[in-house]
């Protein structure tokens, strides 16, 4: 009588740990989502993604990148950068002509009149 020998593998805790390693690993790439319910934003970024021939991801993620560097740079100014940028646009809003001089108001002394 010839009895069938069986062979089992039976994996080392060393390879056991390798696999659960790929096996999170494949979790870990699948997992990243987002999901943003907004009919414009959909239709922004099916355009954006025909006009450029990039994927949608690439695009959110230059859209986030972008937005989080402005964010950065706005911090990061001084209360002096702001002070300008006001007065820069005080600037534009007077007409074009205009001066400060008020010399109707002095006589030739600088004393009022």
Partial sequence: ?????????????????ILRW??????QMSEPQLSVRSSKARNLAHALA????QPIN???EQALEHYDLELRQQSARTPI???????T???????????SAHDDF????????
């Fill in 1 to 17: 009588m010839v009895s069938h020998l069986k062979v089992i593998f039976l994996p080392s805790e060393a390879e056991i740990a």
């Fill in 89 to 99: 646009d005080g600037r534009r809003a007077v007409p074009a002509g205009t001066t």
């Fill in 22 to 27: 790929d096996l999170i690993e494949e979790t």
């Fill in 58 to 60: 690439r695009l959110v």
């Fill in 106 to 113: 002095y006589d030739e002394h600088g004393l009022p009149r």
């Fill in 81 to 87: 950068d702001v002070l300008s940028d006001l007065m």
């Fill in 50 to 53: 025909r006009r450029t021939g």
